[in-house]
């Protein structure tokens, strides 16, 4: 079984700039979530998709930040413009899960490693 | 909303001895209790879970308790070998939350040989 494909694995920006990140879940997965890592701290959420719907965004900086899934597949986290304090790891991660008292293991990607100059 | 504390935040043990990692939460509507892996540069791994309906679950060398009491839960892991060097996060999740995890900051164990 494939797992969650994300893209680029590496980026560098200056502050200010623009960067996306891209995931492809495990296929069939209603359920994809994006986390940011900052080094030496625990994942933190940033947005949860089920399908192509929005779950839960709370924790995501709106003003600069963005993120969609359309067709309820592949998703998109975009920054805009970028900080400093934006420097993580971005943690894409699918599950089977679609709400309820779930059984569905979270399943990461790689991540994407920024770094904001 | 939740919130996960989890200690300590290093642990080096010697090979062959046995590790605790623990956790405490504060909400007490979470049912779910996952505790991953996450070597240098790799993705975060699931290696065991718990559900609050039952107080301990065993995976040969790796277990976890549950007090439900308490809100706290523990990681244990025997017989350390050099490739549970790792960060291990504990997470926990409400039921309801389509599995919407809330992590510790994560413990570097160290395991020497």
């Known amino acids: 079984e494939a797992g969650v494909a994300q893209s680029p694995r590496y980026k560098i920006i200056e502050k200010r700039q623009s960067v996306a990140f891209w995931c492809n879940p495990i296929s069939g997965h209603a359920t994809l979530y994006w986390y940011q890592q900052i080094l030496g701290q625990g994942p933190k959420l940033l947005i949860q998709f089920q399908n192509n719907g929005v779950v839960d965004d709370s924790q995501l900086p709106k003003d600069r930040f963005s993120a969609e899934r359309l067709k309820g597949v592949d998703s998109t986290l975009k920054i805009q413009p970028a900080k400093l304090e934006d420097s993580a790891v971005y943690l894409c991660a699918s599950s089977l899960a679609h709400g309820g008292d779930l059984t569905g293991e979270l399943f990461f990607g790689e991540g994407s490693r920024l770094t904001v100059l | 909303g939740e919130n996960v504390e989890q200690h300590p935040s290093t642990l080096s043990v010697q090979e062959g001895d046995s590790a605790v990692i623990k956790c405490t939460y504060s909400?007490?509507?979470?049912?779910?209790f996952p505790w991953y892996k996450q070597e240098l540069g790799k993705r975060p791994q699931l290696i065991i879970d718990?559900?609050?309906?039952?107080g301990e679950k065993k995976d040969q060398r790796i277990a976890v308790t549950l007090n439900k009491t308490a809100k706290h839960f523990s990681l244990h892991i025997t017989e350390t070998q050099p490739e549970d060097s790792a960060v291990y996060f504990c997470?926990?999740?409400?039921?309801?939350?389509?599995?919407?995890?809330?992590f510790g900051s994560g413990t570097q164990l160290t395991v020497l040989p």
């Open positions: 909400d007490s509507a979470s049912n779910y």
């Open positions: 718990i559900r609050s309906n039952v």
């Open positions: 997470a926990a999740s409400r039921r309801g939350s389509a599995r919407q995890l809330t």
